[in-house]
């Protein structure tokens, strides 16, 4: 049975109301993305094209001995999370990692974060491998504007480009949610805030993903990197207009700290990555969609 909403509250540093106190680890045992965000460093392509890649992230065997390093030195922890630095569901390794970390720390509070697409067929793995929390990154409801945000999915081994990839994508995303949702998991929902894209859009993903589940709602403003790194920074004033709009229609969360996939400590707060993951090596990407 995932843990409840109030609990998560208490003791997850992404669910609560005000500034985290608890921490949590994330485990960047997921290298490989299953579609192409424009505004992503890292691509499939070259995640599997360069050797040695896999050489920077941690296989699901390793990852109960970190969670032990980590909680030596940070005590706070109370969330094991994995957030990439690719997609969660595009391999089996989050589920492999869930299984190794729970058996040796049941008390860790099991958090996912996923682009999504493989959401609606993978649903009853996420329930069975006793997930608390989920993040679905849903950056637009509408095909349109999904396209403009993302080039393309794999979708069972296919290259789907444009309006029709984004449509999968979101079909997925939305019928995944309400799954998961159904299944009594709490359920984060992400959107990179993209002004001249999808800023005016954002109070219909907001309604859209309450509709089918999501509790909570985090607006990312865009780190402007790869084919949108010139686009400008969101203005105080757009993030504010967003999360008036969204506010309407669900719970927000506001004290994200765009987490890196290998972060370690309480958010905002303390940073041990360095010293958890000092043997492996820095995770190269700059961005997990926590
Ligand atoms: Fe990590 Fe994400 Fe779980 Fe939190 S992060 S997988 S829900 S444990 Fe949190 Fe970091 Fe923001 Fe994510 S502050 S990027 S919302
Ligand atoms: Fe994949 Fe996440 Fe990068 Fe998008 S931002 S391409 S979902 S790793």
Same mark, same amino acid.
């Given at each position: 049975m995932a843990r409840s909403y109030s609990e998560l509250q208490q003791n997850h540093p992404c669910f609560g109301r005000h500034g985290a106190t608890s921490g949590r680890i994330h485990l960047p045992v997921c290298p490989g993305c299953n579609i192409?965000?424009?505004?992503?460093?890292?691509? @499939?392509?070259?995640? &599997?094209?360069?050797? #040695? =890649?896999?050489?920077? =992230? $941690?296989?699901?065997e390793e990852a109960a001995d970190i969670v032990g390093k980590a909680l030596a030195i940070?005590? &706070? @922890?109370? *969330? /094991?999370g994995i957030a990439g630095p690719g997609d969660t569901l595009a391999s089996d390794n989050a589920f492999k990692t869930f299984a190794l970390v729970g058996e040796k720390f049941p008390e860790l509070i099991k958090c996912m974060s996923t682009n999504g697409l493989? $959401?609606?067929?993978?649903a009853d793995e996420v329930i069975a491998a006793g997930i608390d929390s989920l993040t679905v990154t849903v950056n637009a409801v509408d095909p349109k504007i999904e396209a403009q945000l993302n080039? +393309?999915? @794999?979708?069972?081994?296919?290259?789907? &480009? %444009?309006i029709e990839g984004a449509k999968i994508l979101i079909e997925?995303?939305?019928? #995944?949610?309400?799954?998961?949702?159904?299944? %009594?998991?709490? @359920?984060?929902v992400n959107t990179v805030l993209v002004p001249r894209i999808n800023g005016a859009h954002i109070a219909k993903i907001a309604e859209t993903v309450a509709a089918v589940g999501a509790t909570r709602y985090n607006i990312i403003p865009l780190i402007p990197t790869a084919k949108l790194k010139d686009e400008p920074v969101p203005t105080c004033d757009e993030i504010h207009a967003a999360?008036?709009? /969204?506010?309407? +229609?669900?719970?927000?969360?506001?004290?994200?700290?765009?987490?890196? /996939?290998?972060? *370690?400590?309480?958010? #905002?707060?303390?940073?041990? /990555?360095?010293? *958890? +993951?000092a043997d492996f090596g820095a995770v190269k990407e700059n961005f997990s969609h926590g």
């Open positions: 192409a965000c424009r505004f992503c460093e890292r691509s @499939i392509n070259d995640t &599997e094209n360069r050797p #040695g =890649v896999t050489g920077r =992230v $941690l296989k699901p940070s005590p &706070e @922890i109370k *969330v /094991a493989m $959401l609606s067929e993978r080039d +393309y999915i @794999i979708w069972h081994g296919k290259k789907i &480009e %444009g997925n995303q939305l019928a #995944g949610i309400k799954k998961i949702a159904e299944a %009594g998991i709490t @359920i984060k999360r008036n709009a /969204a506010s309407k +229609y669900i719970e927000l969360f506001l004290h994200c700290n765009r987490c890196r /996939a290998d972060a *370690v400590g309480i958010p #905002g707060k303390t940073e041990f /990555a360095s010293s *958890v +993951y």
